[in-house]
């Protein structure tokens, strides 16, 4: 059974750094594209975050390029998304998800998803 397990959310304050991790079991891990998403309340959800299952490539959205880093184990079967620089926009809850096709960017073409972890920026 497919299970993408995140964990690392929490408080933290503008400017500081936080990472948050997905561990993944059920599936072939390194076959896969691991994305990582984003929803503010009120909000839709929004990609952030890819990396290629190589590692050898790697995609940001345009509001956390320069800040925010991803990486992955696949000896671990864990993706980590490393957030810098954090700014009280970037409160969200950060879902990890996957998929074997190329549009890691579009939810619509998830093949998994994680339960999510909530990230609050806040003074």
């Known amino acids: 059974q497919v299970h993408l397990a995140e964990s690392g959310g929490g408080l933290v304050q503008p400017g500081g750094s936080l990472r948050v991790s997905c561990a993944a079991s059920?599936?072939?891990?390194?076959?896969?594209?691991m994305s990582w998403f984003r929803q503010a309340p009120g909000k839709e959800r929004e990609f952030v975050a890819a990396?290629?299952?190589?590692?050898?490539?790697?995609y940001f959205a345009e509001s956390v390029k320069g800040r925010f880093l991803i990486f992955r184990d696949n000896a671990k079967n864990t993706v980590y998304l490393q957030m810098n620089s954090l700014k009280p926009e970037d409160t969200a809850v950060y879902y990890c998800?996957?998929?074997?096709?190329?549009?890691?960017?579009?939810?619509?073409?998830?093949?998994?998803w994680g339960q999510g972890t909530q990230v609050t920026v806040s003074s």
């Open positions: 998800a996957s998929t074997s096709g190329s549009r890691y960017y579009d939810e619509r073409w998830i093949d998994y």
């Open positions: 059920g599936f072939t891990f390194n076959n896969y594209y």
């Open positions: 990396i290629r299952w190589t590692g050898s490539s790697t």
